[in-house]
């Protein structure tokens, strides 16, 4: 899709107990950013303000990717919101892959713009 | 009303409990109702054609929220490399779409239920659980809709 987004594969270390697989998005994660900015650049006209992704684990431990996103006010109005986080989760399935190409299962959250500025939160990346 | 309804219509009321001052409380309540709603309500399809109703409840006993996540998981996964260089198929196949969606509905609100559950280092919003409440209810909307189409996706969801 992307031409600096060839297939990477897992880096694989040994150790005491064997062989490690860490998923690509830990190993090459400005890589992955790259591919998530083109995302949002891509969504922005839909009233996307900001993608913010945060590698960790889900609730299960597997390894995961926590996109907040970051939407207009008037795009974060509950007549809009469904559509909007339908269009955002289907352009990330579809654009950057997450679990086929970088190994990490994508969640997603939502905020509006006046929510995030009262909330001041750092960006976590 | 069905079980899940309730809980659906529980967490809209707890959602707007204290209008313009959302309490962190209420505001987690709902997103964890919301998600119990999607849990009962798929659990409820996939009982609904077991022969002997009376079993129903205790069979719905045999579901496990992580079980759920992992299929809900390989099921995504599954369809979406199906569709990824054919979008003719994906056009035509309104039933793979829709259980994709059914499936990621699920994951996403188990995942934000734990997070209102457990993580208090940081807020939940309202925009947060107006998204939970919504999709949720679009699951629920979508189910109540075609009973052929339920019937297909029960076959290809198991």
């Known amino acids: 899709m992307f031409d600096d987004e060839e297939v990477l594969h897992p880096l694989e270390a040994a150790r005491d107990n064997g062989v490690v697989q860490l998923p690509t998005a830990f190993v090459q994660q400005a890589r992955f950013q790259t591919a998530v900015s083109r995302a949002a650049q891509r969504l922005a006209p839909h009233g996307v303000v900001q993608i913010i992704p945060t590698l960790g684990e889900d609730w299960s431990g597997e390894p995961a990717v926590f996109f907040m996103v970051i939407l207009t006010d008037a795009a974060s109005r509950r007549d809009r919101l469904l559509n909007i986080s339908n269009e955002v989760s289907q352009t990330i399935y579809q654009q950057v892959q997450p679990l086929e190409k970088w190994g990490v299962l994508p969640y997603f959250n939502f905020r509006s713009q006046s929510e995030q500025a009262k909330l001041d939160q750092p960006a976590m990346v | ?158």
């Not at chain 2, 009376?54 to 998981?73: P, V, Y």
Request: aromatic share 6%; glycine share 2%.
């Open chain 2, 1 to 158: 009303m069905a079980f899940h309804d309730d809980l659906l219509e529980l967490a809209q009321h707890l959602a707007n409990l204290h209008p313009g001052s959302p309490h962190q409380a209420s505001l987690r309540r709902a997103v964890s109702t919301a998600y119990y709603a999607l849990f009962h309500l798929l659990i409820s399809e996939a009982t609904a054609n077991w022969a002997r109703p009376e079993l129903r409840a205790i069979l719905g006993r045999c579901f496990d929220h992580g079980q759920m996540k992992t299929a809900s998981a390989t099921k995504v996964s599954e369809i979406n490399a199906a569709f990824k260089n054919n979008s003719q198929e994906k056009a035509k196949d309104s039933v793979a779409v829709h259980l994709r969606g059914v499936a990621d509905a699920f994951i996403q609100a188990q995942q934000r239920r734990n997070y209102a559950d457990y993580d208090r280092t940081r807020e939940v919003t309202p925009v947060e659980v107006d998204l939970q409440i919504a999709s949720v209810s679009e699951r629920r909307q979508n189910e109540a809709r075609s009973p052929t189409e339920r019937t297909e996706r029960r076959k290809r969801a198991s």
